[in-house]
């Protein structure tokens, strides 16, 4: 059986990115903080950010609920929150599946 292939660190992919495009580490390492700054930053002012060929991250709202306490059977409520959700691109969805 062959072993699990892992993800790709940061550290790796910054090379990558220095290798592919002739950067110094320093300034592919920049890029992606920028870029993960810039997704953070226009997700929280706008409500989304796309990211062209892989998707969009997209703020939503999910209302008050009640649930159940797995433990104690006991039923609970939910406060309402905001959560991020990635959307896949229709040319990513079709790249992997």
Known sequence: MAPAKKAMT??????????????????ASALIEE????????TK??????VPG???????KR????????????TIQIPAKTVIKMRLSKSCKDALA
């Open 10 to 27: 940061k550290a790796q992919i910054v090379s990558h990115l220095a290798e592919k495009f002739e950067l110094p580490k320093k300034t």
């Open 35 to 42: 870029i993960a700054e810039l997704a953070v930053s226009q």
């Open 45 to 50: 002012k706008v409500g989304e950010f796309t």
């Open 54 to 60: 892989i998707g969009k991250l997209v703020k939503t």
């Open 63 to 74: 209302q008050a609920r009640t649930g159940r306490n797995p433990a104690t059977g006991e």
